[in-house]
């Protein structure tokens, strides 16, 4: 009994380091459904921050309303704009792209064609992968959806800061292939 009674403090602490490797263990990533336009939904990792303001657009002032958070080594976030020419929407998406890609100081190492369920085809709707830097010189990579629903625009982006975007490649993929039109 004395032994077993001088094992409980270490066998208590054991427990204790079980515990917190447990909890080190835990997924980064919490996948949940979002609305991010009226009838489309996406799978965030992380519980989303909104915030709604007025951006200038090819010398407009456009309604810009953003569902961004930060996990699992990614940024996420979910950009629509309201457009409100029909004739605009192609120039709109080429702009940007262009800023987005400006932004990062990056260059389109992959691009192709963006389709998916509720989205509206247009020509300049793009998948895109950037590589960059950013502000502070660190290297970025960007995988990006900039697609349109009607007259909005949406730009859909998971973007990793110093690690190369190819370790999270399939959870980026997952994030913008899983927009669909609301249940």
């Known amino acids: ?16 380091a079980v515990v917190l490797l447990a909890g080190g263990c835990a997924p980064a990533l919490d996948w949940r459904d979002v609305a991010v336009t009226d009838g ?3 799978q965030f990792p992380c519980r989303p921050e909104r915030a709604e303001r007025a951006v200038r657009l090819l010398e407009r ?5 953003m569902s961004s958070c930060d996990a699992g080594g ?7 704009f309201d457009v409100d020419d029909p004739g605009r929407v192609s120039e709109t998406l080429r ?9 990062l100081q990056a260059e389109e190492s992959q691009s192709r064609a963006a389709e998916g369920p509720g989205l509206t085809p247009q020509q300049e ?33 998971a973007i990793t800061r110093g690690e190369p975007v ?18």
């Open 40 to 42: 489309l939904v996406i």
């Open 61 to 65: 002032s456009v309604p810009a309303r």
């Open 95 to 103: 702009h940007l792209r262009g800023r987005l890609a400006a932004n």
């Open 1 to 16: 009994m004395a032994i077993l009674l001088s094992l409980h403090p270490l066998l208590r602490r054991c427990g204790l």
């Open 125 to 157: 709707a793009r998948r895109l992968l950037l590589s960059g830097r950013s502000a502070d010189a660190r290297p970025v990579e960007a995988e990006v959806l900039i697609a349109a629903r009607g007259l909005q625009v949406l730009q859909v982006v």
């Open 166 to 183: 190819s370790r999270w490649r399939d959870r980026a993929q997952e994030f913008i292939g899983s927009l669909r039109p609301a249940p």
């Open 74 to 80: 990614l940024g996420w976030s979910v950009t629509t």
